[in-house]
C-alpha cells in the first residue's frame, strides 16, 4: 500500500476524511471503508507502475504516497462528497501516472528495481591510437 489512513488526514485533515468515509453518518470513519479505497488506489497505481518498474516497490517515493490519498479520496467519494477540486487531483494524479507508464516522468534518478533496457551488451575500448602530440603536429 502506498498511503494509509494518517497520509489522508496529515494530507488533508481528519475532517475530510471523516467527510469521505463517514457512511452511516454516525459521525465516525469506516475503518473498511478506507481500507478499500486505499487498496483499490495503490492497485490502480500499480497498474501504470507494472510496465516500468518490479513490484512492489521496495521502497516507493513519497510522491506515490501523494497520489494514492488523492487517488482514494476520489474514488472512495460517495455522490454527495465529490467535489470538482477531488475531481482534478485525481485527474492530474493519472496524467502523472500515465506519464511515468510513458517513461516521461523517472520515479528515481538510479532504480535498482527498474528494469533494464537494451540487450545487456557493453562496450570497451583501448586507449586513442592516434592524437595530435602523436602526430608529430600534423593537422
Given amino acids: 500500500m502506498y498511503a494509509t489512513e494518517q497520509d489522508i488526514i496529515d ?8 467527510i469521505t468515509f463517514d457512511r452511516d453518518a454516525s459521525g465516525a470513519v469506516d475503518p473498511d471503508a478506507v481500507a478499500r479505497a ?3 488506489a495503490s492497485d490502480e497505481i500499480d497498474g501504470y507502475l507494472s510496465g516500468r518498474y518490479r513490484l512492489p ?11 494514492a490519498v488523492d487517488i482514494a479520496l476520489y474514488k472512495g ?19 502523472f501516472l500515465t506519464r511515468v507508464a510513458k517513461g516521461e516522468i523517472q520515479l528515481f534518478s538510479d532504480d535498482p528495481n527498474a528494469p533494464q533496457g537494451g540487450s545487456g ?3 570497451s575500448a583501448d586507449g586513442r591510437l592516434f592524437t595530435r602530440a ?6
Fill in 38 to 40: 486505499l487498496a483499490d
Fill in 77 to 95: 467519494s460517495v455522490e454527495t462528497t465529490v467535489t470538482e477540486e477531488r475531481r482534478t487531483r485525481y485527474k492530474d494524479a493519472i496524467a
Fill in 11 to 18: 494530507r488533508y485533515s481528519a475532517e475530510q476524511l471523516l
Fill in 134 to 139: 602523436g602526430m608529430g603536429g600534423l593537422r
Fill in 57 to 67: 516497490l521496495a521502497v516507493p517515493p513519497r510522491i506515490l504516497t501523494f497520489m
Fill in 121 to 123: 551488451a557493453s562496450f
